[in-house]
């Protein structure tokens, strides 16, 4: 059976940092774009950022670039979301996607989330 797992959400000062991970199994993860989305209350689901399946690409929403860094080990099966100068606007849950090339990332594999609070 397929499973995502995120872990390392918390509650953060602004400015302060945490970084999230997410464990992949039950598919060839190596093979899988790779994304980090997120959803505040009351807000649609929106990509904050993805890596191709050999970790040489990546892509990031305009308001996290600067910010946070995605990267993957595929020896491990995880993939990591560094986040640096943290914002309250970043407070949401953070869900892993796991998606073959040619499929849309709703018809993937998701994880259920990790929350992150940034909040003084």
């Known amino acids: 059976q397929v499973q995502l797992v995120e872990s390392g959400g918390g509650l953060v000062q602004p400015g302060g940092s945490l970084r999230l991970s997410c464990a992949a199994s039950g598919f060839t993860f190596r093979h899988y774009v790779m994304s980090w989305y997120r959803q505040a209350p009351g807000k649609e689901r929106d990509m904050v950022a993805d890596i191709s399946s050999g970790g040489r690409t990546t892509n990031y929403a305009d308001s996290v670039k600067g910010r946070f860094t995605i990267s993957r080990d595929n020896a491990k099966n995880t993939v990591y979301l560094q986040m640096n100068s943290l914002k309250p606007e970043d407070t949401a849950m953070y869900y892993c996607?796991?998606?073959?090339?040619?499929?849309?990332?709703?018809?993937?594999?998701w994880g259920k989330g990790t929350l992150v609070t940034v909040s003084s």
């Open positions: 996607n796991a998606r073959d090339y040619g499929v849309q990332a709703r018809f993937g594999y």
